[in-house]
């Protein structure tokens, strides 16, 4: 007998007879006029299959499943959510390279290399100059295959209430489609070669930070999350170590204002960006067991006030850059615009505590963090020091020396400050007979100390130039 008849939308909404039926379904579903199949899933495995009878048995067929049922519209949507999984389709299995990526978590693991590349870079050219990119490579990897270390640990340590959630139902662990045992080895292989990796390639302190954030990822971050809010905090942390990773790796130190700066922009993106995503799925969150503040916020009081506190914080950042004068005033400026926003939908978030609202603020911070990065580095004093031929490493730093150029010089076309000063604005020094006009090619916002300097130079050869040329008392009789 096949499992499989077919209704059309006319026919589901006649009334029901009163004929029974010795065959019953759980659900009689209509999502359009069409026809549409409506299949047992107690025999939906099963192999036998029958020659298609006439309409008019099929539509006898139908009553007499609707009078045995006896529901109506509204009991087939109220029960719809208690049994979805019952009426969906099993979804075909994932390949080994998609259940090894969900386990390490790749995507992440992907943002954590943009990071560490990000420290690298940020050294400038001088330092890069004797940076071979064989120690970019180790530290890029070598940083990857901890972070997949610990986010296999992680998984491994929280099965059971991932298990719990519909977000994280279907990872690896949790459907069986890896063994506990293959991922404990696959946690200890990608630490262990990411360790080995840093040891060779980069230096101790580089090596010491990896390994050490497997620990604090996996174990600290981890046996908080089910006990304490503070979880949020620490994983914060974590996320702020890789570009400083990638700084110390390229030989800065640890105490540079640049690393501090740095770990203080990931580690205060995280809380916005993280905040917003625990809203989303503060009841997921809650049946998994997890301590989140969402989970404790049911009006959204504090999520809402943490999110625009830490963007408060963040937003200080460019300015503080600036004072410390590791970049320029321009990245100040232009932190005013990318702030701003991100204030405005955090403060839209705030007025209206929505799953859309939350959203808003968690794309936003998918796309703040990469502009943040690349205005740090375009405008960092760093790269606008010269590095003379001696002392170039032609496998890493022409090339780079060379885009770096060409989005600085695309930026100067752009700039309206400059343009202002190029055609409105008269740059000048000295005053009536002896002011003279200076290049107004200069950002007077964006400008480096070097275009500092290069002014300041010339004002003093105009001074000196006018005192040489001051006519004597006899020329002037």
Known sequence: ?????????????????????????????????????????????????????????????????????????????????????????????????????????????????????????????????????PTFAAASIGTALCASSAATFNQVIEVERDAKMKRTGNRPLVNGAVSKQAAIGLGCLTGSTGGILLGLGTDPITTMLGVGNIGLYAGLYTYLKPRSEINTWVGAVVGAIPPVMGWTAAGGSILDPEAVLLGSTLFLWQFPHFFALNWMYRTDYKRGGFAMVAVNDPNGDRTASLIKRYGVYLASLPFLSTALEVTSPMFAVEGILLNGYALHVASKFDKERSNSNARKVFLTSLWYLPCVMMLFLLHSRRWHEEVTNDEKDETILDSLQTLMSKIQSKGKELCMHEALVSKEVEVSVGEGENKTSLDGSKCPISMTKNAQISMATAKNEVNTLTIDEEPTKDERD
Not at 37 to 60: A, G, M, W, Y
Not at 73 to 87: G, I, L, Q, Y
């Open 1 to 133: 007998m096949t499992s499989v008849m077919y209704l059309s939308g006319r026919q589901l909404r006649r009334r029901a007879c009163s004929r029974s039926s010795s065959t019953s379904f759980q659900h009689i579903i209509c999502t359009s006029a069409r026809r549409r199949p409506i299949i047992n899933h107690t025999s939906f495995f099963s192999s036998s299959t029958t020659s298609n009878n006439n309409d008019d048995e099929k539509n006898n067929s139908a009553r007499s499943i609707s009078g045995s049922e006896s529901m109506n519209t509204n009991d087939a949507t109220n029960s719809d959510k208690s049994d979805s999984a019952t009426t969906s389709l099993p979804t075909p299995p994932k390949s080994t390279v998609s259940n090894l990526a969900e386990l390490s978590k790749a995507r992440l693991s992907a943002l954590v290399v943009s990071t560490t590349a990000f420290g690298f870079m940020s050294v400038g050219p001088t330092a890069l100059a004797f940076t071979s990119l």
